[in-house]
């Protein structure tokens, strides 16, 4: 099984799914652990992230009422779509990986040589992704809450990470929406924040061209769905002893994880910057050394069989050396 081609046709039905399902009376909901924007009109679900702001905004009283049951009950769908899941959402679902993936395959074909980053490199700003996290639930709380003797925030704080994220730009033209293109001047704040939002656009193009899943390395999302990492009910599990280390799956890998090549003991391999694309299971030439799960069931394996015949049918495929 082409794994790669495989995820490719799932992405871009779940980008069609989610950019125009309301065209089909589709509606999933607005507490999906994906980029999928709530800026777009026609979609067919949203993002969980503007609508978790908005409940966070509000006084800390309230959370004992009815805002905290709302807060509550959004959280709990949230967790039950990662667990069932995973960090899959990302690797084969979120509208905005898979543009970009398909810019990183039109680096491919345009023949621009993909650049990593040294692993120091890598390490260092691994953090950035919980930084914005956590800045995205103590803003909110900031607009209608005071501490430490400082002022509440001024309401143009309001759903700050929506305002600097890419999507919100970018997802929206494909429904023929240019609007979000813009910089605010009606205020300091807003200036800074969709100022960012540019500035972001930019390097998800830019950065395509340089690095595979570039912004996907700094995405709050991310970071909140690692929270489920060791219970989500799709596994990517490792046998240490029957791995060689040839390094087919680090390079294969396009968030650049160097843990599922060198990891010899630890055996669940859904790191915190997985996205369980499961390319590394694809290349793997070692019998059962990586194998993917859904609730315990083996659904994926590597095999030195299955690895031989995909190489066959490749041929010369740039995907099978990490393009």
């Not at 490199?121 to 709380?141: A, C, E, F, Q």
């Not at 793997?284 to 990586?290: F, G, Q, T, Y």
């Amino acid at each position: 099984m082409k794994v790669y081609r495989l995820r490719i046709a799932v992405q871009f039905v779940c980008f069609i799914l989610l950019v125009y399902g309301g065209l089909f009376y589709i509606d999933l909901g607005n507490r999906l652990p994906t980029f999928s924007c709530a800026y777009m009109d026609d979609r067919g679900g949203g993002c969980f992230f503007i609508g978790f702001q908005h409940m966070l905004s509000r006084p800390f009283g309230e959370f004992l009422g009815d805002a905290g049951i709302r807060l509550l009950k959004a959280l709990g769908i949230f967790a039950l779509w990662a667990i069932v899941l995973n960090k899959a959402w990302c690797g084969w679902i979120c509208p905005f990986g898979f543009l970009q993936d398909m810019l990183s395959k039109l680096r491919s074909f345009v023949s621009i040589d993909l650049s990593r980053f040294a692993w120091m490199t890598r390490n260092r700003y691994k953090s950035v992704k919980y930084i914005l996290l956590v800045l995205m639930i103590l803003i909110p709380l900031g607009i209608a809450n005071s501490a430490f003797g400082l002022p509440t925030l001024p309401r143009d704080w309001s759903v700050a990470f929506c305002q600097i994220c890419p999507a919100r730009l970018i997802l929206p033209i494909f429904n023929g929406d240019f609007s979000q293109i813009y910089v605010d001047f009606s205020g300091s704040v807003r200036l800074i924040l969709t100022t960012l939002g540019v500035i972001l656009t930019g390097l998800f193009f830019t950065t395509a061209f340089v690095k595979r899943r570039f912004l996907c390395s700094y995405c709050p999302m991310l970071a909140m769905l690692s929270l489920f990492d060791k219970i989500g009910l799709l596994s990517l599990k490792k046998n240490g002893q029957r791995c060689t280390r040839c390094g087919n799956c680090s390079r294969a890998c396009p968030m650049e994880i160097r843990e599922i090549e060198e990891e010899k003991t630890l055996s669940n391999l859904v790191t915190q910057d997985c996205t369980l694309c499961l390319r590394c299971v694809e290349v793997c030439p070692e019998d059962k050394a990586l194998e993917t799960r859904f609730c315990g069931i083996p659904v994926f394996t590597a095999t030195q069989e299955g690895f031989l015949k995909r190489q066959g049918l490749a041929g010369n495929d740039k995907t099978a050396n990490g393009a």
